[in-house]
Structures are given as C-alpha cells and as structure tokens.
C-alpha cells in the first residue's frame, strides 16, 4: 500500500496570488498524477509529474499556470498560479504503485477569493 | 466530451437491499475500469476494479459487471449498509503495465445514500 500526505489540506487565498500543494508517498513509486475536483464537478487529470523531467499536461492544462516538480519517487509538488475563484477546487495528489494500485491523496481544499 | 457517464447523480436504497450503480462510456481504447468511493472531506477510495477480458468481478459485498459490447458497467452492493453512503465514481483507464496505467478518465459520480 500507500500512503499519500497533502500540504495544504485545506487554505483560502487571494486572487492573483500563487499556492503550492505538496504530495508525500511513504514508499518510491512507478507514478505520480494531479488531478482537480471542481465543485460538483468529477476529477480531471491536470498532468503526470515525471521524475526528473518536465510533467506531462492534459488537454486545457499548461505550465505556466500549473507548475509541477517531481525531484525523486516519492514526492511532488503542484503549483496553482495567478488564481482566480474558478482555481476554487480539490487538487488531489494520485500515486501508481509497482503493484499497479492506484491510491490517492485525501485533496487540499483550494478556496479563492 | 464526457467519455465516462454516470447518468444518475443519486440513488437511495434502504438498509439491507441491493444497490446499483451504473456507469456508461464512449472510448474502446479504455481496456481497465475501476470503482471508487469518496466520502466528504476524503480522497477517493479503491473499492473493486475489472478487465475489459472479463464480465464480472466479485468481491465481498461488491461486483462489478462489465457489458463490453454496450460499453456499460454496472457495481452492484448487496446487502447495502448505511456506511455505504458515500459519492461513488466510476473510472476508466488502459490495463495495468501499461505506460499510461494510472492516468484515470472519471464519471461525475453518483451519490449512494442508505437509509437504516
């Protein structure tokens, strides 16, 4: 198993400012995924944070409003830029295991205003 | 373009019954499907998951039935207890080992309330 701790759980921002969201994994694992959760609205992939090297956007997600860094296998960072009350989401930090189970953080709660 | 359907945004079932939850989708790449469930405040929690090679997978109170030709799957929870109240998400990806493995298209959830 794994377990995943977010930094922040939970913060209320202002507009125009940045905020970074770390991910932490007790053990190295093959993958590391940001998703955002809207309000009522389902999960949606951002990006997959590789190791090392520039993370992989989504369709309607770019760096320089959604900078990640992944330094080694057991933590990422996501960092939500220049936001606005629609950035008002869950950010949620997912992790792929060498076992192929697919675990998640329990979300940092994003309030812009 | 919502590749991953949940058409019923609540469903509410009485203590003890069957409960099912049903989830559609477009994509024929998608080969691994998986269920989770979230409680407020908390991340989403595994709960059973299917190859598109199979039909059914069961597992304690929980199966999932998967209709490959009307792309349609369906969890079933029997019996159902009020702890089951929760927003289910049904999820679906490539099959595990593969490069993009973990990289999960969701449903917008179906929220499952129990009564006692």
């Known amino acids: 198993s794994a377990v995943i701790s977010q930094k922040p759980s939970r913060d209320i921002c202002q507009r125009g400012t940045s905020l970074t969201i770390q991910c932490q994994v007790d053990?190295?694992?093959?993958?590391m995924f940001w998703y955002r959760q809207q309000p009522g609205q389902s999960l949606t992939l951002i990006a997959t944070?590789?190791?090392?090297?520039?993370?992989?956007?989504e369709s309607g997600f770019v760096i320089d409003k959604f900078p990640i860094s992944r330094p080694n296998l057991t933590f990422s960072t996501l960092t939500v830029s220049n936001m606005s009350p629609e950035d008002s989401s869950i950010y949620l930090c997912?992790?792929?295991?060498?076992?192929?189970?697919?675990?998640f953080g329990e979300g940092s709660w994003l309030t812009v205003v | 373009d919502q590749q991953v359907k949940q058409n019923s945004p609540s469903l509410s079932v009485q203590e003890g019954r069957i409960s099912i939850l049903n989830c559609d989708y477009t994509?024929?790449?998608?080969?691994?499907f998986l269920w989770y469930k979230k409680y407020p405040a908390e991340g989403p929690t595994f709960l059973i998951s299917?190859?598109?090679?199979?039909d059914k997978n069961e597992d304690g109170r929980f199966t999932v039935f998967l209709n490959k030709s009307a792309k349609h799957l369906s969890l079933h929870i029997v019996p159902s207890q009020p702890g089951d109240s929760a927003v289910y998400f049904c999820?679906?990806?490539?099959?595990?080992?593969?490069?993009?493995?973990?990289?999960?298209?969701f449903g917008q959830g179906t929220i499952l309330t129990v009564h006692p």
């Open positions: 997912s992790v792929r295991t060498d076992g192929n189970t697919i675990y």
């Open positions: 053990s190295q694992v093959t993958m």
């Open positions: 944070a590789n190791q090392g090297s520039e993370a992989t956007y």
């Open positions: 994509n024929s790449m998608f080969d691994y």
């Open positions: 299917i190859s598109s090679i199979k």
């Open positions: 999820a679906a990806s490539n099959l595990p080992g593969g490069t993009s493995y973990g990289k999960l298209t």
